[in-house]
């Protein structure tokens, strides 16, 4: 019984030391495939940010991939928000969703950083 009790507590040990595997890279079609859950979430993004952030020759950080979101991610979420309502390189301020309330552009920038909604 006592070998069964430290045998356990080794796995349990290995078990929190092991390492999230890093990110792998998104296809266009991996990427594309992506849609947030709540409906009308969805459809701001379909309108507002699919375009460009599923086809890599926009050079927009592609939906859910995140070798190209974490380092942007390091930076904060307030100072992405603020790049999503003034603009940055070539996206417009807002990513030209006149409808989105900046709640709106946390919760599309949390989706395609991989971050959930």
């Not at 979101?69 to 979420?77: F, L, S, V, Y």
Request: glycine share 10%; aromatic share 6%.
């Amino acid at each position: 019984m006592r070998s069964y009790v430290i045998l356990g507590m080794a796995l349990a040990l290995a078990a929190c030391g092991a390492a999230e595997a890093p990110p792998k890279p998104l296809t266009e079609a991996q990427s594309a495939a992506l849609t947030p859950a709540d409906l009308r979430l969805a459809a701001l993004y379909e309108r507002s940010c699919k375009a460009c952030h599923t086809v890599t020759d926009a050079q927009a950080p592609l939906t859910g991939d995140r070798t190209q979101w974490d380092p942007r991610w390091a930076k904060g979420e307030d100072v992405l928000l603020a790049s999503a309502i003034g603009g940055i390189n070539g996206m417009p301020a807002g990513g030209q969703c006149f409808e989105c309330s900046p709640a709106d552009l946390k919760a599309l920038i949390r989706f395609m950083a991989g971050r959930g909604q």
